[in-house]
């Protein structure tokens, strides 16, 4: 199983942390050892002073398939949930500024966490979906997938086109503006829609 993650996919996220809008989706990958459930404490990590949280709609593989045509992309994914993808900002920044690859930023233990997926129905609008964050109880993200720059499905068929999807693997779609720090101590609940699919606390 693998965790394959979108950048910059939401204008108003790409602006705030003053990146240009990409032509391509930008794709990166957190391990397995990177997942963390609802409900599972998570650890400050020690080589960070700048944690900060970004919410994103997650889809779950359930068929496994390379090249696969946007217009068929809807079949390979059964699962929708909210996740956040925790970065290490200042240990991103300084990789960025040095041209270096993002991994310790962003594949770091339990930096992927996964709310309980809903089921993709036939009727679901997958281009009118509402998810937010809440930290200690207040509003700090607001996104709809509507305003995402890569749709779902276009992003299955480009990701399919570099690596092959299998059952299981765990697809976040990126994040839109409000990302920020966290702290020790703070409690994170992330929505789709009027559900908190996922809480953390950050310990
Ligand atoms: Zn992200």
Request: charged share 25%; aromatic share 10%.
């Amino acid at each position: 199983m693998k965790i394959i993650c979108v950048g910059r996919n939401y204008a108003d996220h790409v602006k705030e942390l003053g990146n240009e809008i990409p032509e391509e989706p930008v794709i990166f990958m957190k391990p397995k050892s990177a997942l963390l459930q609802s409900h599972t404490p998570f650890y400050y990590p020690e080589f960070s002073n700048e944690l900060h949280y970004e919410c994103e709609l997650v889809l779950r593989v359930c068929k496994n398939g390379k090249y696969i045509q946007e217009r068929h992309a809807g079949n390979y994914y059964n699962g929708i949930t909210v996740g956040i993808d925790f970065t290490a900002r200042d240990i991103q920044n300084e990789l960025k500024a040095k041209g270096l690859p993002w991994e310790k930023a962003k594949a770091f233990d339990n930096s992927a966490a996964v709310g309980k997926f809903v089921d993709v129905t036939p009727g679901l609008n997958k281009k009118n979906i509402n998810f937010s964050l809440l930290k200690n109880k207040e509003a700090v993200q607001n996104g709809n997938s509507a305003n995402m720059i890569f749709s779902f499905d276009a992003l299955i068929s480009n990701i399919s086109n570099y690596f092959s999807l299998n059952i299981g693997d765990l697809i976040f779609t990126g994040t839109p503006a409000g990302v920020g720090e966290c702290v020790v101590g703070d409690i994170l609940e992330a929505f789709y829609e009027k559900d908190n699919l996922l809480t953390v606390e950050v310990k």
